[in-house]
């Protein structure tokens, strides 16, 4: 049975890509780790922020997800930025890439974490590039939610 500190933990979150993108219709997928990384991730260190997904080979491979080395690692240890494949149905995987290649779609990892069963899983979003304006568009909504609830919490 898994410990309370690695089933349904957040490892990473990419807080960026609301900004950053229209995100839609998030998939679950399981990642291919090796046992360093997982190690790695069990210690709580990860970076997706930079990271995306791309289609190789009919499958989809997360790029640039960093996973720093072990420390306990020997020279079997891992490298950090390597492509790692995720794991995801075939009707999952020929939805995604339709969408990349119709539609000019991007995939994003938006979180990974541990599910129940204490297995590392990615939540991958299609998401379409925000313009200039929409951003300030975004921006300027999160503002006046920020005022709002200050004046409702000070007047209410």
Not at 45 to 69: C, G
Not at 112 to 141: I, V
Request: aromatic content about 6%; charged content about 30%; overall charge positive.
């Amino acid at each position: 049975m898994a410990s309370k500190a690695t089933s349904g933990g957040l490892i990473a979150e990419n807080r960026r890509a609301k900004f950053d993108y229209f995100l839609e219709d998030p998939i679950e997928a399981g990642i291919m780790l090796l046992g360093t990384e997982v190690k790695s991730l069990r210690n709580g260190r990860a970076n997706i922020a930079e990271s995306y997904a791309a289609v190789e080979n009919n499958a989809i491979v997360l790029i640039n997800a960093d996973i720093p080395p072990y420390a306990g690692g020997n020279r079997f240890n891992h490298e950090p930025r390597r492509p790692r494949k995720l794991l995801l149905k075939s009707k999952q995987i020929d939805k995604l890439i339709g969408a990349v290649q119709r539609e000019g779609r991007t995939i994003i990892p938006t979180k990974l974490y541990w599910n129940e069963k204490g297995l590392a899983k990615l939540e991958l979003c299609l998401a379409k590039g925000k313009k200039l304006h929409d951003k300030r568009e975004a921006s300027a909504e999160r503002d006046w939610q920020r005022d709002k609830a200050r004046l409702l919490k000070d007047h209410g």
